[in-house]
């Protein structure tokens, strides 16, 4: 049997998370970091949570404890992914860097996402992806950024782009969703280049276990090199999860465990891999409840 750890994206925030990890090492190293607690701001009620600059350090910090805690019990992963954001976490699990860095480079790229403005995402759900394709593809300023499922993706572009194609494709649920900009989309160039001069100044190791990225997701790589010439490509381009997760059942992925808050992922690959086995640890008590 072989497994992947899969780390959750922004989304997947809630009021309460990590509230059982708040006396690990790591938090207090992200207070000193961050300048502000991620204690503090997971208990803090929505409209703090869905601030990116805040959200962004917080998910990674939660999925960073909860992968160090698995291991501390003995599990390991054969195959790590993640979830735009999630990919920071995953590659921290892999070894390509340690856990102050990695933060460092969620906090950067968060507050650079924040001072985006303009341009929408929306969620679409039940639709004729063919028709989807086509639509998009008639509409420059707009992009499949997130491909979550066969049944659900989410649109990036500019604000009249977006709306054109929610009022063409007729989906059976339209859901514009609260960030600044048009995250995943060519609009994020200008702060794509601003993060990757960031980004030049860190050495990625070799992965331990093989990784697989949002960019390239059918196949997979240990090499710290490729891993961040991946990163350096993500702000921009599509989170091809539906592809990612098609890819695991190739390579004989039975076991599926997120590893962070909330269940988002849990739920997008029990409708894309309905056969696997489904495993949620998203506090320290999951990991002894649902892993023997």
């Given amino acids: 049997m072989k497994t992947v750890?899969?780390?959750p994206g922004q989304g997947s925030q809630m009021q309460g998370m990590g509230a059982d990890l708040a006396d690990s090492k790591q938090f207090a190293q992200a207070e000193e970091l961050l300048g502000w607690s991620?204690?503090?701001v997971c208990q803090s009620g929505q409209e703090t949570l869905t601030r990116t600059d805040l959200t962004q350090p917080c998910l990674y910090v939660i999925s960073a404890v909860l992968a160090d805690l698995l291991k501390a019990q003995g599990h390991r992963p054969d195959f790590v992914a993640g979830h735009s954001l999630g990919e920071y976490a995953?590659?921290?699990c892999g070894g390509a860097f340690d856990f102050v860095t990695g933060l460092k480079l969620v906090q950067k790229r968060s507050l650079l996402m924040a001072q985006v403005h303009g341009g929408k995402m929306a969620a679409l759900m039940g639709f004729d992806r063919q028709k989807l394709e086509l639509v998009v593809d008639q509409?420059?300023?707009v992009v499949i950024a997130n491909d979550n499922s066969a049944d659900q993706v989410v649109i990036s572009g500019t604000s009249e782009a977006v709306a054109q194609?929610?009022?063409?494709l007729n989906a059976k649920r339209s859901v514009?969703?609260?960030?600044s900009g048009a995250f995943h989309s060519p609009l994020m160039q200008s702060v794509a280049v601003e993060f990757n001069h960031y980004l030049d100044q860190f050495t990625f190791q070799d992965l331990t276990v093989p990784f697989l990225s949002n960019v390239h997701p059918l196949s997979s790589t240990q090499s710290g090199q490729v891993c961040h010439t991946s990163l350096s490509q993500q702000m921009t381009a599509p989170v091809r999860w539906r592809e990612l997760c098609l890819h695991l059942q190739e390579l004989g992925?039975?076991?599926?465990?997120?590893?962070?808050?909330g269940k988002v992922l849990t739920g997008l690959v029990k409708r894309i891999l309905p056969g696997v086995e489904l495993i949620n640890i998203s506090n320290r008590s999951d990991i002894f409840a649902r892993l023997s």
């Fill in 5 to 7: 750890w899969v780390f």
């Fill in 38 to 40: 991620v204690a503090e």
């Fill in 90 to 92: 995953a590659l921290y």
């Fill in 139 to 141: 509409h420059q300023d």
């Fill in 165 to 168: 194609v929610i009022a063409e």
């Fill in 176 to 179: 514009y969703l609260p960030v």
């Fill in 253 to 261: 992925c039975t076991r599926v465990v997120e590893v962070g808050a």
